[in-house]
C-alpha cells in the first residue's frame, strides 16, 4: 500500500516545492534555477523505489572511446568522484558500492543499479534542458544560464561518473562479469585497475534510497 501511494504523494509534493518556489523566489531567479534541478532529482530518486528508469540496452554501450575513461578522467570525473565519496552523501545508496566480495551476482547488480543510475540522470538531463530553452525564450538569460550548470553539475557529471565507473568495472572484474553475465554485457577491457570502482550516486541517493 505504501508503494502504491508513493508515487503521487512524492509527485504532489514536488510540484508543490515548484510551484511555491516559483512564486516565493521568483522563476527568473538563481533559488528557482537550482530547485528546478534539485527536485526533479530528489523526486525521481524517491519514486525510483517503485519505478527505475530504464534507457534502452544500446544506449548503455560503452563506445570505444570511453572504455579507457581518459576522456572522463580530462573532464574532471574524478574530482567528482572524490568529493562524492568523502562527503555525506556517501553515507546514501550502499547498493553503488563495489561489494566486499565480488561474484558474478554481485557484480552483475552493482552494474545494473550503475544503469539505473545513469538512465535516471540522463533522463533529467534532457528534461531540464527544456526548462533551460523555456528561460531563454522568455529573455531570462540568468536564470537559463544557472540552470543549465546545475543540470551539468548535479545530472551530466553523475551520467559521465556512472560510465567511467561500468568502464573501470568492466577492466578490473571482466572475467567475473564475462562468467555470469548475458550476451549484452558491454565489451571492452583495458589493462588498469581501480582501488574502489564505484561511489554513491548523488542522484538516485538524493532521499537516501534508490
Known amino acids: 500500500m505504501r508503494k502504491a501511494v508513493l508515487v503521487p ?19 527568473d531567479g538563481a533559488g528557482f534555477a537550482f530547485l528546478v534541478v534539485w527536485v526533479p532529482m530528489t523526486w525521481l530518486g524517491t519514486i525510483s523505489r517503485v519505478v527505475r528508469p530504464r534507457l534502452p540496452a ?21 574530482i567528482v568522484k572524490r568529493l562524492l565519496r568523502r562527503g555525506p552523501l556517501a553515507r546514501f545508496n550502499p547498493d553503488l558500492h563495489l561489494p566486499a566480495e565480488p561474484s558474478p551476482a554481485s557484480l552483475a547488480h552493482l552494474e545494473g543499479r550503475m544503469r539505473d543510475a545513469e538512465a535516471a540522470h540522463a533522463l533529467l538531463l534532457v528534461a531540464t534542458l527544456g526548462v533551460v530553452l523555456h528561460a531563454a525564450a522568455r529573455g531570462w538569460w540568468t536564470a537559463a544560464l544557472l540552470t543549465l550548470i546545475f543540470d551539468v553539475a548535479l545530472n551530466g557529471y553523475p551520467v559521465m561518473l556512472q560510465r567511467y565507473n561500468r568502464a573501470l568495472l568492466r577492466r578490473r572484474f571482466a572475467a567475473v562479469l564475462d562468467e555470469g553475465r548475458p550476451a549484452h554485457a558491454d565489451p571492452g577491457q583495458g589493462g588498469s585497475s581501480v582501488a574502489d570502482t564505484a561511489v554513491v550516486d548523488p542522484a538516485t541517493s538524493a532521499t537516501g534510497s534508490a
Open 58 to 78: 544500446r544506449y548503455h554501450e560503452l563506445r570505444a572511446g570511453e572504455r579507457d575513461g581518459r576522456v572522463y578522467e580530462r573532464l574532471g570525473v574524478r
Open 9 to 27: 504523494v512524492a509527485t504532489g509534493v514536488a510540484a508543490a516545492v515548484l510551484v511555491g518556489g516559483a512564486r516565493v523566489l521568483g522563476a
